[in-house]
Nanobody, 126 residues
Framework: QVQLVESGGGSVQAGASLRLSCAAS????????VAWFRQALGKEREFVAA???????YYADSVKGRFTISTDNAKNTVFLQMDSLKFEDTAVYYC????????????????????WGQGTQVTVSS
């Protein structure tokens, strides 16, 4: 069973950058789709970005052009590069992996992913 550990969160000022990492143990990402979600205080968990195991990427409109999802060559770590951070990006960020098949178009749905990390806090001050 794949296990995920996120890191890289922190407190920054608006306009700064952070890079989140999601490391896999007990397996690799090479055959799985991976996504980042986030949950702000008092709000539902929402889709941020996804990368299919074949390499296609998808982004929420709110982060498009500012965030970049990628994997390392060994496919054991997924990154979320976050630039031009805004106050509204403040949330706990979760990495998730789909180890079971799901409907192709549902890459943005929480239910498509069955393995989750513990989350990492990102706080952006204005």
């Amino acid at each position: 069973q794949v296990q995920l550990v996120e890191s890289g969160g922190g407190s920054v000022q608006a306009g700064a950058s952070l890079r989140l990492s999601c490391a896999a143990s007990g397996g690799t990402f090479s055959r799985y789709d991976v996504a980042w979600f986030r949950q702000a205080l008092g709000k539902e968990r929402e889709f941020v970005a996804a990368i299919r195991w074949r390499g296609s990427t998808y982004y929420a409109d709110s982060v498009k052009g500012r965030f970049t999802i990628s994997t390392d060559n060994a496919k054991n770590t997924v990154f979320l590069q976050m630039d031009s951070l805004k106050f509204e990006d403040t949330a706990v960020y979760y990495c998730a992996v789909a180890t079971r098949p799901y409907f192709y178009g549902n890459y943005y749905r929480r239910q498509s992913y069955d393995v989750w990390g513990q989350g990492t806090q990102v706080t952006v001050s204005s």
